[in-house]
């Protein structure tokens, strides 16, 4: 989608961090982390919200939560815990629409989140 800063990023028209790219997804680190350790893992397709992910879109999902238990290992927090978050629509805070998982960890996380 020619708009979107994420496939922007995965087609390296813009700058990221990359930390990993396969045929299907890529993980970065983000701009703003708010932990020790935030990437953010989006797929190479344009997925505007999770209410637009469909059927055929399971194992490309799937594999996102396979590229963030990768991060998480690399990153050293798999065993101390980390949180995976995929805010939709307004409400949630979702400010990049293209779908991401946002690995956040390196530090206690709160629940309720805010
Ligand atoms: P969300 O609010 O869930 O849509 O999260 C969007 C995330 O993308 C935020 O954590 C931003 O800091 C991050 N972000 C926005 N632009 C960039 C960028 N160019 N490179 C890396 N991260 C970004």
């Given at each position: 989608m020619t708009d979107c800063i994420f496939c922007k990023i995965a087609?390296?028209?813009?700058?990221?961090k990359i930390l990993y790219e396969d045929n299907t997804a890529v993980a970065f680190e983000d701009i703003a982390p708010q932990a020790p350790v935030h990437v953010l893992v989006i797929p190479k397709?344009?997925?505007?919200?999770?209410?637009?992910?469909?059927?055929?879109?399971?194992?490309?999902?799937?594999?996102?939560?396979?590229?963030?238990?990768?991060i998480a290992k690399d990153k050293g927090i798999a065993e101390r815990g980390f949180r995976l978050v995929m805010n939709c629509n307004p409400e949630s805070g979702q400010a990049v629409y293209h779908i991401h998982l946002h690995v956040l960890g390196g530090r206690r996380m709160h629940w309720p989140p805010g």
């Amino acid at each position: 989608m020619t708009d979107c800063i994420f496939c922007k990023i995965a087609e390296r028209k813009l700058p990221a961090k990359i930390l990993y790219e396969d045929n299907t997804a890529v993980a970065f680190e983000d701009i703003a982390p708010q932990a020790p350790v935030h990437v953010l893992v989006i797929p190479k397709k344009h997925i505007s919200t999770a209410l637009d992910i469909k059927e055929e879109d399971n194992a490309l999902v799937g594999h996102l939560y396979q590229v963030a238990n990768r991060i998480a290992k690399d990153k050293g927090i798999a065993e101390r815990g980390f949180r995976l978050v995929m805010n939709c629509n307004p409400e949630s805070g979702q400010a990049v629409y293209h779908i991401h998982l946002h690995v956040l960890g390196g530090r206690r996380m709160h629940w309720p989140p805010g």
